[in-house]
């Protein structure tokens, strides 16, 4: 069965996306066209690279997400250090170590720019705040002046993944037409997480479900995470953990929103177990967990989906 996906954000709990694919493979799915915003980019420019779901598997048991949380030393000083990078790099945290890791992942499958996938398999989301744009990467890459063939995937999911406060937005330079006649400050745009606009773009493929004349429709169906990330309310004990409950409100509001009649067929809801979007201290016997709880979501889906 050839289908193309789409895939939810939702920080660590996309987790449980990859154990989806799992139970998809399981069942003869072929992966036609992938997408996805923030960690449901991760999953998608997985599958567009090549990857199998017990690869993915193992990726999951053997990263440590803490190591994403890197800033430089200077900026650990209890209280004033986060403070005060969140004032200087408007972030808590660098995303530039999950960029590499992301980057030496799919060099392993000799992917780096987008002329390595084929054109129109892979799309991410990401969310310009300087222009209040969505931006579905790499096309929306010629607006800004900057050629899609030599952008790496690794920086465009580095831009989806770039939550707003925990992670620093990604600056990038406007070139050639974008821009001309603008001041040296007005030809820098600021990007950050894609679920800031738009969480689970099942809409994407709606348009372009046929691929070639004379093609059947490819269906598309979507991936995505359902359950509150806390039963317990966030502590807020200053400006910092006030931002980080923003955050995760911001982000598990869009996996809580009601999913019209038309497109409950064609969406695999996956329970994440509590998980909480930011919650990059997860245990690797909870990361399987939630790997299992999307083997489970699929498995049921996809058992009803072909009756």
């Known amino acids: 069965m050839l289908i193309n996906a789409v895939f939810e954000g939702g920080g660590v709990k996309g987790i449980s996306l990859a154990g989806a694919v799992k139970s998809a493979e399981a069942s003869g799915v072929v992966f036609n066209k992938v997408a996805g915003t923030s960690s449901g980019s991760i999953v998608a420019a997985l599958l567009a690279a090549g990857f199998s779901a017990d690869e993915m598997s193992e990726i999951v048991r053997t990263t440590p997400f803490t190591s994403f949380l890197y800033r430089a030393p200077i900026f650990n000083t209890k209280i004033i250090g986060p403070a005060v990078r969140l004032i200087i790099k408007k972030g808590l945290y660098s995303g530039e170590a999950l960029e590499y890791w992301i980057h030496n992942i799919l060099k392993k499958k000799g992917i780096r720019t987008f002329s390595d996938i084929p054109a129109g398999k892979l799309m991410i989301i990401a969310s310009d705040i300087t222009n209040g744009k969505i931006l579905v990467l790499p096309e929306d890459l010629i607006k800004l002046g900057l050629n899609p063939a030599n952008f790496e995937v690794s920086k465009a999911i580095r831009m989806s993944t770039s939550i707003p406060y925990f992670f620093d937005p990604v600056i990038l330079r406007l070139s050639g037409e974008a821009a001309r006649g603008k001041t040296f400050a007005d030809q820098f745009v600021y990007v950050v997480d894609g679920g800031l606009l738009s969480n689970f773009p099942l ?101 009803r989906y072909k009756d």
């Open 203 to 303: 809409w994407l493929f709606d348009d372009t479900t046929l691929e070639a004349p004379g093609q059947t429709t490819v269906q598309t169906i979507g991936f995505q995470m359902v359950g509150r990330s806390s039963n317990s309310p966030h502590m807020i004990r200053g400006p910092i953990s006030m931002l980080q409950a923003m955050f995760e409100t911001m982000l598990s509001a869009h996996d809580e929103r009601y999913i019209e009649q038309v497109n409950r067929f064609r969406t695999i809801k996956i329970p994440t177990l509590g998980v909480g979007t930011t919650e990059f201290h997860i245990s690797p016997e909870k990361s399987m967990e939630l790997f299992e709880s999307g083997v489970q979501a699929g498995n049921k889906f996809f058992a």
